[in-house]
């Protein structure tokens, strides 16, 4: 079946650690995107790519950074330099045409250990 | 600036018919969606307007009016599986970026 896979579920993270989230897609979307929703907010937007090799910075890009070397994998980095972590992470996807709603992954969960 | 307005929590009766209104102002528009998302979990498609009026399917309902900024999701013969958050968000005609309010809690009462 298609649609997106994030892994893992639950992350925990240590003081001072990188960490990498995955999002992987077999549904042939161009645009991909990275959103952080905290507990009784909506969702803000990390980086995005409408293509490959080609990402740009959302709202709140401090302390992240994302690669797009293949349509079908969009993972990002926790960095270090972000101090606030704990959130829901979600990954979303949408076909050229920009008409069409986007695809959730199921999300990932981090915690700061 | 951008800016989409939601109101926070509602609750309802089962049954009954509630309405969730959204007010955007963003630099350019290109289309206005709902999505639900039950707790923990990842928000779901429900609708999508781009042109001014009414689109319905089945017990849900989402209306658009351009000139005023506004829209509304119409949720009829509520369940109780109802209850969850409703994600108002607007696409960016400038930047093609999707914002989204910050969501409406919805909690439905036998």
């Known amino acids: 079946d298609g649609g997106i896979t994030q892994s893992p579920k639950y992350l925990f993270r240590k003081e001072g650690q990188n960490v990498t989230l995955s999002c992987e897609q077999n549904l042939n979307h161009d645009a991909m995107y990275w959103y952080r929703q905290d507990p009784g907010q909506g969702l803000r937007l990390i980086y995005y790519s409408q293509i490959v090799n080609d990402f740009q910075k959302g709202d709140i890009a401090e302390g992240y950074s994302v690669s797009r070397e293949k349509k079908e994998s969009f993972p990002l980095t926790v960095t270090s330099a972000q101090k606030n972590p704990t959130a829901f992470y979600l990954c979303?996807?949408?076909?050229?045409?920009?008409?069409?709603?986007?695809?959730f992954g199921d999300g990932t969960r981090l915690s700061i250990l | 600036g951008q800016n989409i307005d939601q109101p926070t929590e509602m609750t309802a009766t089962e049954g009954a018919i509630v309405q969730i209104n959204c007010t955007y102002q963003?630099?350019?528009?290109?289309?206005l969606f709902w999505y639900q998302q039950h707790a923990g979990e990842a928000p779901t498609f429900l609708s999508y307007?781009?042109?001014?009026g009414l689109e319905e399917k089945g017990r849900f309902s989402s209306f658009l009016s351009r000139s005023k900024g506004y829209s509304y999701l119409l949720l009829k013969e509520l369940q109780m599986k109802d209850s969850a958050s409703y994600l108002c968000a607007v696409r960016d005609g400038n930047t093609d970026k999707l914002i989204f309010g910050t969501g409406t809690r919805l909690q439905v009462f036998p």
């Open positions: 979303a996807s949408i076909p050229g045409n920009r008409n069409q709603p986007q695809h």
């Open positions: 307007n781009v042109l001014d």
């Open positions: 963003t630099s350019g528009f290109n289309g």
